[in-house]
């Protein structure tokens, strides 16, 4: 696939340029609602950034910004306009490494922390003859992938809320900015930041982690990762951390790219992982 389709699919979905969000909510919304809209989601927004710098009591990080994520997917329209200005870059460039790595999409496919179902549905298309599931803890977002999946016209994707349903099922694992959420990082406060630890921590943190997702793939399957690190030691114990649960770097597959997210830079790493016999 071109360039011009992973446009063409953007724009079916409704993703579009935006480089004002709260403009976008008032032209949507009308005045007065978009209005509430921008005040609200101010407050979600402070109160994540506090949640996820100071902690929460004994809350998980991956549940520190659940009130957020269901206030931007309390709607398909609501959702799109917030993907159109946090990531419509960075669909672009993760579809572009996806369709550069075709052939490791084999089989039943699974995307964890789907989200809204962008990027699931485009796995779906692109791979008709395969069930992809895409898995999301947040009820508002697996309602909003189902509406989108409706718009498009994707037949073979479902979405689900039930990680268990697919232990060891899926021939192709894509897990895309979810395991730095799922890593238990003490509050920034408490400890040096992450990538000061040495490499052997870094796989120590990330082996929980590691080891449910190799669980979630069949032996020979391939785990496709687009992560939110730096290429340090932590994204380094990551790999280590795969790799002792049974997934190993497929040579050849690694990039960096970096790209803005909203109004600020982050920079990904994208690298293919086969399952072995550990």
């Not at 699919?9 to 007065?32: K, M, P, S, V, W």
Request: charged fraction near 25%; charge should be negative.
């Amino acid at each position: 696939m071109q360039e011009f389709d992973i446009k063409e699919y953007l724009t079916r979905a409704g993703i579009c340029r935006i480089t004002e969000l709260d403009t976008a909510l008032i032209e949507a919304f009308g005045q007065n609602q978009g209005s509430r809209h921008i005040e609200r989601m101010t407050q979600l927004f402070d109160q994540s950034e506090e949640r996820l710098v100071y902690g929460k009591g004994d809350t998980p990080y991956l549940h520190r910004q659940e009130e957020l994520v269901d206030y931007l997917n309390q709607s398909l329209e609501m959702s799109i306009l917030a993907a159109s200005f946090y990531d419509r870059v960075f669909f672009r460039r993760v579809m572009e490494y996806l369709l550069r790595y075709d052939t490791y999409w084999t089989g039943d496919i699974v995307d964890i922390g789907c989200g809204n179902g962008i990027l699931t549905c485009f796995l779906a298309l692109q791979r008709p003859g395969s069930v992809v599931t895409g898995l999301e803890l947040s009820g508002n977002a697996v309602a909003v992938a189902e509406a989108l999946a409706k718009k498009l016209q994707v037949n073979n994707v479902h979405f689900t809320s039930q990680v268990m349903s697919v232990q060891g099922q899926c021939d192709s694992l894509f897990s895309c900015r979810t395991a730095h959420e799922n890593v238990a990082w003490k509050a920034l406060c408490e400890e040096p930041a992450p990538a000061m630890l040495p490499i052997e921590e870094q796989a120590r943190r990330h082996r929980d982690y590691a080891g449910k997702l190799a669980a979630m793939v069949r032996t020979g399957g391939y785990l496709v990762g687009v992560e939110r690190y730096e290429d340090d030691s932590t994204y380094a114990g990551l790999v280590r951390a795969l790799a002792r649960a049974g997934l190993h770097q497929v040579r050849g597959t690694h990039m960096q790219f970096s790209c803005k997210n909203g109004d600020k830079t982050a920079v990904f790493q994208a690298m293919v992982f086969q399952k072995t016999e550990k």
